[in-house]
């Protein structure tokens, strides 16, 4: 006689809500770890179920980013981490859940860690052993750190539902075919417009002449390689960059210098300033190729295509005369500023390249590849989604090579099609302070562990976006910060910041308040430029950084200012 079989863990049985599916970590390192992979979360968990599972209600997907809903929906975490390299299978990674605070952003929510396998063997955290601070509000974010030899892997996470909770069925999807013909037609979609292609077949011709070639990135997250595993070498721009190397240098990487300027969160506002300082190394670079992407993070831009036309036209304007190409990327919810930048780019008959134009046709049908494939998360690229990318580009360089060569080049100096007002900006910190502007500076010496990092070129670790700034420490009331300068136009570089040792800023130009900042408005470390006078006319200004009554006492760190003489 044959007993009763015992049950199968009850855990499997439950239906289940993906986050991750076979995602992509790499170890770098950030934040003071040595190999760490951070998966953001905060205002992205709804829409990144819904990128998994489309026809979900959007009401219950947002449900799981708020920690409290989670806890009554939610009755276990599974985890999966499985690395590429087979020694390695028996290493850890270190997998922590971080909830934001409600006093404390970032120290007083619930932060919960447990060493994974490496080997994809699933581990079920059951969220009893969770012990919750109860000053939890929503889902903040996964770190992964790897523990050992291995820094490249995949990982699945999901949440096994409570009883009365049911989950949609999760599509696999089948692989990308990359040799599909619809491939290729996909990618002749991207290409918008050649454009005047004299100075591209020019540094195009340089390369096969064996002279030596700069092709340079500029833009958001994105092009930093967010969501690229590993970030240097599998994001678009470098990616992109290989292609051209191996199209017209002949594979030879030493012959093309490659610069990436990337800065996540950040517009065409800040970008116009800080592109001497991270493109051109203050003219010590002179690139023959640059790539603009800012489609989709100048959607708060407040000078609404001001800035990056004259982000354009400072580059194209150069004595070196390079080649612009914009390059527009693409959201999860199919969006980017090509209305906006199109024109722009049209108005100079430069070379456009839309990978929006390129995926979101066939994501209706699933031709090529999934939203699910293309994207990490609600904003960024998987390395497929940054292969794409790329190839759109390449797209866009063997469509120009295979053209006649333009007559002439265009002239830059016709009238603007929005304005280009900031196109001589010139950023001042506390490296030519002093040959700029007449300063009367009191207390802003302090350190500030805690700015905006980025990876810059072909660099795995992260430094500071914008080094040079100046510094108040907390509780200081006798700090001072004001300046005399000569301009038309002034733009406040101030750090948006979690913490609440940091203050309102108050800047006023001639003793009128120009500008009121709340660094606690965006919520985490971050470079942030603002107008503050746009004037037609070059005069004489006074300008005061003070801080807003009742925020006297607390912090204030100053990236830089942008002034146009």
């Known amino acids: 006689m044959i007993g009763p079989v015992a049950p199968k863990d009850p855990v499997r049985k439950r239906p289940a809500i993906y986050m991750m599916v076979d995602k992509a970590i790499a170890g770098t390192p950030i934040n003071g770890y040595d190999k760490r992979d951070i998966f953001y979360l905060e205002g992205r968990v709804g829409q990144q179920i819904i990128g998994i599972y489309p026809d979900i209600d959007p009401d219950f997907a947002g449900k799981f980013q708020d920690v409290n809903e989670l806890r009554k929906i939610v009755h276990s975490i599974s985890l999966t981490i499985d690395v590429d390299e087979e020694e390695y299978k028996d290493e850890y990674v270190s997998f922590t859940l971080h909830c934001y605070g409600k006093k404390d952003k970032y120290n007083s929510g619930t932060t919960f860690q447990l060493d994974i396998p490496c080997n994809g063997e699933e581990v079920v955290i059951d969220l009893e052993d969770i012990e919750f601070t109860g000053d939890d509000t929503i889902l903040g974010g996964f770190y992964f750190d790897f523990l050992g030899e291995a820094s490249v892997g995949k990982a699945t996470l999901k949440f096994y539902l409570n009883d009365g909770y049911e989950a949609p069925k999760l599509e696999i999807d089948p692989p990308i075919d990359f040799e599909n013909p619809e491939y290729a037609r996909m990618l002749d979609r991207s290409v918008v417009s050649t454009g005047n292609n004299f100075r591209l077949k020019k540094a195009i011709e340089k390369a096969r002449n064996g002279e030596k070639v700069t092709i340079a990135y500029i833009g958001g997250s994105i092009t930093q390689g967010a969501a690229a595993k590993p970030i240097n070498t599998k994001c678009y721009a470098y990616r992109s960059y290989e292609g051209f190397v191996d199209l017209f240098a002949g594979g030879n990487k030493d012959q093309v210098q490659y610069v990436k300027a990337g800065v996540g969160g950040t517009s065409s506002e800040l970008g116009m300033i800080r592109y001497e300082a991270d493109v051109t190394s203050n003219g010590e670079i002179k690139p023959d190729i640059v790539i603009v992407e800012f489609a989709v993070n100048d959607e708060g831009d407040e000078t609404e295509g001001h800035s990056f036309e004259s982000l354009v036209r400072k580059i194209a304007q150069a004595d070196n005369a390079p080649a612009v190409i914009i390059n527009f990327a693409v959201f999860m919810n199919d969006w980017n500023l090509e209305d906006r930048l199109v024109p722009i780019g049209e108005h100079y008959d430069l070379p456009m390249a839309s990978v929006k134009r390129a995926v979101v046709p066939q994501f209706t049908e699933n031709t090529i590849m999934t939203k699910r494939q293309y994207f990490y998360d609600i904003y960024h690229p998987t390395n497929d989604g940054h292969k794409v990318m790329a190839d759109c580009l390449i797209e866009l360089f063997k469509r120009v090579d295979a053209e006649e060569t333009a007559d002439k080049d265009f002239d830059f100096d016709i009238d603007p099609y929005y304005g280009c007002e900031f196109k001589n900006v010139i950023l001042v910190d506390k490296t030519n302070a002093d040959k700029y502007i007449k300063a009367d500076i009191v207390g802003y010496d302090a350190d500030d562990d805690d700015v905006q990092r980025c990876e810059k070129n072909m660099d795995v670790f992260v430094t500071s976006a914008m080094p040079n700034f100046w510094s108040k420490k907390l509780g200081d009331t006798s700090a001072k910060f004001e300046f005399d300068v000569k301009c038309k136009n002034i733009l406040a570089i101030i750090k948006d910041s979690a913490s609440n040792d940091f203050g309102k ?28 006078l746009n004037e037609e006319e070059t005069a004489d200004h006074h300008v005061s950084v003070r801080m807003h009554p009742g925020d006297e006492e607390k912090r204030c760190t100053l990236h830089g200012f942008g002034v146009t003489l």
């Open 505 to 532: 800023v108050d800047v006023f130009v001639d003793d009128k308040l120009r500008l009121t900042v709340d660094p606690l408005e965006v919520g985490w470390s971050h470079c942030n430029a603002h107008v503050v």
